[in-house]
């Protein structure tokens, strides 16, 4: 069982920038880790996601360029970093795992992630 923890959420002005962290309580370096969010009254989409290694990243068109998502995993944790940050990146920001090899679809579904975090509030203001 992999408990996922996320941190480093809060509220901030547009254009400012917040960096969300996952922290696993095991090991997950043989693991996709990704980033979803839930806007109220949306469907939860797909932010980011990056492979076992951290050598490749998938991004969502919506923030690719402003975000940026890293692993280290020494330490079990996820990052997620977010630049010029838009009021319509509110939202619960989610962390997940998953035992696939998602890369030939940009690991963008999250019906194929089996562990979840409790979340963490985005809210920018504008």
């Known amino acids: 069982q992999v408990q996922l923890v996320e941190s480093g959420g809060g509220l901030v002005q547009a254009g400012g920038s917040l960096r969300l962290s996952c922290a696993a309580s095991?090991?997950?370096?043989?693991?996709?880790m990704g980033w979803f969010r839930q806007a109220p009254g949306k469907e939860r989409e797909f932010v980011a996601a990056?492979?076992?290694?951290?050598?490749?990243?998938y991004y969502a068109n919506s923030v690719k360029g402003r975000f940026t998502i890293s692993r280290d995993n020494a330490k079990n944790i996820v990052y997620l970093q977010m630049n010029s940050l838009k009021p319509e990146d509110t939202a619960v920001y989610y962390c997940?795992?998953?035992?696939?090899?998602?890369?030939?679809?940009?690991?963008?579904?999250?019906?194929?992630?089996?562990?979840w975090g409790q979340g963490t509030q985005v809210s920018v203001s504008s």
């Open positions: 990056i492979s076992w290694s951290g050598g490749s990243t």
């Open positions: 095991e090991r997950t370096f043989s693991r996709y």
């Open positions: 997940a795992a998953t035992p696939y090899y998602c890369a030939n679809y940009g690991c963008s579904r999250d019906r194929e992630y089996d562990y």
